[in-house]
């Protein structure tokens, strides 16, 4: 396969969520090329937290086994007050409920090296770096990325193109997109050091007034200090003195040049683009939103986008959706974005004011939270954080149960092979029908759905109980299984790919729901399972 020609999909931009976007669409079939202007994957560690939501979808891309072993396992944040004593712990929600740890400290460099080492085997994909984007030309059926390589000019058809190409991304750029939110004056000063003694897993906010900053540990002795900066300390984008980086850094340590891996002066950005969609074109990661890095959503917001997008977009190569719910992709990803984007401005004013009143009203706040169940829970179990739960787009919200959010990944035993393992290896990568307690006289009006998105049908046992059935049947084997499915018994549920429910409904609503939803698939489609309704 050569760069000249045509492609499925063209992603934009060569860094985390570039190439864990091309990763998904290639474990769902699809052609993909991925350009990047630099000779090399980065080598400079500015993300440093994935979560157990990206994860999952490295697990979705069949890659996590090659991800996990550059990522520590991680304990979530401990914060300290305004003398640096802790306040809390924040270790996040139900432990594993999507089948990885919370929050985990990682280098950017070692995963992009492992996720471009991935793709490079496989054959659907081709990554070409030292090839710049530099123009766009969208017809009715496909797009056209013009880019200069070492070889000169060349243009790269595809039928989509995926925007992960940064701040300042020339999928945005060139095509008019435009942002909307605010820059910080505020500058900061991050320094990644080697040789570090922290051994901790996790990450420290430390509210100092006189000097708020963060220290995350990583492995083999990596660890991360930010720092506010005040006047005549430094400005955006100088680089920082090793004398500066010297004196802030020697209260936890000593430290020498050479083991400063990078240090950095910035400013964050708090803005999310206009439009998410131009054309064929989709912005994603910090193309499509910029936070500030209080809460390390910044990548995982990024890998979020590259899971909601991929599977509707591979499924509208395949002919099982109609273009017209690309468009869902916005609608169903910017409030959260948004949301996230106003959490991570709210806990950096919080946690990191350099104003005294406000940090002893902020430290009474929590200790006053904290003596309560429903403080503490909501401290300790990260609610504070923005639900992702979907209202509109490809989800049916008035079903017998909740839609718009993510079923978690429980341990399931399969009948089909007598084996124990996670739900997502057991449901595979496409959509799923399944039957939680609706008998088997139920099913053949529920089948036109599984036909028409090719999804798998499956049975859930309840309980502890053994329905008579030859379906395939996914049985509990430490209770998580049902307390997942708990709302939604005796309904059919239909999981997207993402594994967020489409809709739920009771049997007597199957003729309703299947029309409902085979309006998000082509015509011809619909027409033909509309015959298999009315004639059998």
Request: proline share 7%; hydrophobic share 40%; with cysteine.
């Amino acid at each position: 396969m050569t760069l000249k020609g045509s492609f499925d999909v063209v992603v934009c931009g060569a860094g985390p969520v570039g190439l864990a976007a091309a990763a998904l669409l290639a474990a769902r079939g699809v052609r993909v090329a991925v350009l990047e202007q630099h000779a090399t994957t980065s080598d400079e560690p500015k993300a440093i937290s994935v979560d157990d939501e990206a994860l999952r979808g490295f697990q979705q891309a069949g890659i996590v086994e090659r991800v996990l072993p550059v990522v520590l396992p991680g304990s979530g944040t401990r914060y300290y007050d305004r003398h640096g004593r802790e306040l809390f712990h924040a270790r996040g929600p139900e432990p594993l409920r999507l089948g990885y740890p919370f929050k985990n400290p990682f280098a950017q460099p070692d995963l992009e090296r492992v996720l471009a080492g991935a793709l490079g085997e496989m054959p659907n994909v081709r990554l070409a770096f030292q090839t710049r984007v530099v123009g766009f030309e969208q017809t009715p059926d496909h797009i056209g990325v013009r880019a200069l390589t070492t070889d000169g000019e060349i243009t790269v058809e595809a039928a989509y193109v995926l925007g992960c190409d940064g701040g300042r991304s020339a999928t945005r750029l060139l095509q008019g997109g435009r942002m909307t939110g605010r820059s910080y004056d505020d500058v900061w000063l991050v320094v990644d050091t080697l040789e570090d003694p922290h051994t901790e897993r996790f990450a420290m906010h430390h509210g100092e007034p006189g000097r708020p900053h963060v220290i995350v540990p990583g492995r083999d002795g990596r660890c991360r200090y930010e720092f506010r900066l005040f006047d005549g300390e430094g400005a955006a984008g100088e680089q920082p003195s090793f004398a500066l980086i010297e004196t802030l850094v020697s209260r936890y340590r000593p430290i020498t040049a050479k083991q400063v891996e990078r240090a950095v002066n910035y400013r964050f950005h708090a803005v999310v683009a206009d439009e998410w969609m131009i054309g064929r074109s989709f912005l994603l990661g910090d193309a499509a939103h910029m936070m500030p890095p209080f809460a390390g959503q910044g990548l995982n917001s990024g890998i979020r986008d590259a899971i909601n997008l991929t599977w509707k977009i591979a499924d509208v190569l395949a002919g099982r959706l109609d273009p017209a719910v690309l468009a869902s992709y916005q609608r169903e990803r910017f409030p959260h974005a948004l949301a996230t984007v106003r959490m991570s401005e709210r806990l950096g004013r919080w946690m990191m004011t350099t104003e005294p009143g406000l940090a002893r009203a902020r430290d009474a706040a929590v200790t006053h939270a904290l003596s309560t169940a429903a403080g503490r829970d909501y401290l300790e179990q990260m609610r504070y954080r923005p639900a992702q739960r979907y209202t509109e787009g490809l989800v049916l919200p008035d079903g017998s149960g909740p839609s718009g959010v993510a079923i978690g990944q429980p341990l399931v035993f399969d009948t089909a092979d007598h084996r124990i393992r996670r739900l997502d290896e057991a449901l595979g990568t496409g959509w799923v029908l399944l039957g939680v307690e609706v008998g088997e006289t139920c099913w053949p009006a529920a089948e036109p759905i599984a036909t028409a998105l090719a999804a798998t049908t499956v049975e859930i046992g309840p309980d502890e109980h053994l329905p008579r059935t030859s379906r395939r049947l996914l049985l509990d084997v430490d209770g998580a299984l049902n307390r997942e499915f708990a709302p939604y018994r005796e309904s059919f549920v239909l999981l997207r790919p993402d594994r967020v429910v489409a809709a739920s409904w009771r049997p007597a609503q199957s003729p309703e729901f299947v029309e409902r939803v085979l309006a998000w698939t082509p015509a011809t489609t619909a027409a033909a399972t509309e015959r298999v309704l009315t004639h059998g």
